[in-house]
């Protein structure tokens, strides 16, 4: 796989994927090669994937945000512990149907390793940016990967960086000013934007880790190129995972089973739909192109915005609406950018 012409094709890149994952096909026959380009080349039949992705979602993705938030008294690392649990059982018997191993390629592993430690981090982070702030603020704010994915790749990957490259950044850094609101830029009355302004400004950050975590990620993933298995990509994200969380969970002395049956249910839920909006989504960069996937992975702010409202009650304030309007019109743009591009 070639290099991207420009980092403007990793901001892209970005917003495709919810959590970032090497995009590869399963191991085929020509003739299911032959069929995957047909697929590729029929006109919108991979938009149904993503619209699967928003259903199951991954780490930041509303349906499942909606079940983090709805965990009473689990900390977000255990969250992230059971999910890494749930999706361990069913990756194991993958590696092992595929006989793809569970260490990779020996010039990959430590890219590999960053992968699942950087992975991993981002999706602790995003799941605790839930919990102590809305659902809009924090997913908006993770949205705004893009803007860490350009500036990653012209430090790491050697990218260019142009002058609209800079500009969508500006714009998508102005976006999470808005939600953000220091009181040192809008002055001292917060009140309006959240109860509790230091609990905001915690999922505030937590949720601007994930952006660059994620953002690292996809880096990385893209200097690996096609060398790894898919497959063996989500092992190291899940196995490392696991084992930062149970870290993290001795050195704060917290480990529990959630009381209620309805939250272990949750959790359950948590795990199933995190796997499943990784492979939709995944599944959506192989048969269609990445131009409307890019675009419809932006009603992640729509749909975060509309579960806010419905299931938790909370109206977002204009500043929220109008940071969100100048981080999505920041992706957007970078993509229809790419477009011109590529039509060159």
């Known amino acids: ?18 959590e970032p994952e090497l995009r590869l096909a399963d191991p085929a026959s020509p ?21 699967g992705a928003w259903v199951c979602g991954s780490s930041r993705e509303p349906v499942a945000s909606i079940f983090v938030k709805k965990v009473q008294d689990v900390h977000a690392v255990e969250i ?12 194991v018997p993958c590696l092992i149907y595929r006989k ?18 950087f992975g991993s981090s981002a999706m ?4 605790y940016a839930f919990q102590t702030t809305s659902l809009a603020d924090a997913t908006v704010i993770a949205f705004s990967c893009p803007m860490f994915t350009s500036i990653f790749a012209w430090m790491f990957l050697k990218e260019k960086y142009s002058l609209w490259d800079a500009f969508f950044t500006l714009f998508a850094f ?22 509790n302004y230091s609990d905001h400004i915690k999922g505030t950050f937590a949720a601007i880790g994930h952006a660059v975590l994620s953002a690292m990620t996809l880096v990385i993933l893209r200097k690996m190129g096609k060398s790894v298995d898919y497959f063996l990509s989500i092992w190291y994200y899940v196995i490392l995972g696991l084992l930062e969380c149970i870290i993290i969970l001795f050195a704060i002395g917290g480990w529990s ?36 996937v890019a675009i419809m992975k932006t009603m992640d702010v729509v749909f975060a915005f509309i579960f806010q409202i419905a299931f938790f009650n909370h109206m977002p304030t204009w500043w929220t609406v109008g940071g969100a309007l100048c981080v999505v019109a920041s992706t957007t743009g970078s993509t229809i950018r790419r477009w011109i591009q590529s039509s060159k």
């Open 100 to 117: 793809t191993g569970f260490i990779g390629p020996k010039g990959q592993r430590l890219f590999l390793l960053l992968r699942g430690i």
């Open 80 to 91: 992230s512990a059971f999910r890494c649990v749930f999706q361990l059982l069913v990756i």
């Open 257 to 292: 089973l959630p009381y209620c049956g309805l939250d272990r249910l949750f959790l359950i839920l948590i795990g199933l739909l995190g796997l499943g909006g990784q492979i939709f989504i995944t599944k959506a960069v192989q048969v269609e192109k990445a131009g409307p």
């Open 1 to 18: 796989m070639e290099p991207p012409e420009s980092a403007a094709e990793l901001e892209a890149d970005a917003v495709e994927l919810g």
């Open 124 to 127: 602790i982070l995003m799941y």
């Open 174 to 195: 102005a976006g999470v000013i808005f939600i953000v609101r220091p009181p040192f830029l809008f002055g001292s009355d917060t009140s309006e934007m959240s109860k």
């Open 31 to 51: 003739g299911e090669e032959h069929a995957d380009v047909e697929a590729a080349d029929a006109p919108g039949h991979g938009r149904c994937w993503p619209q």
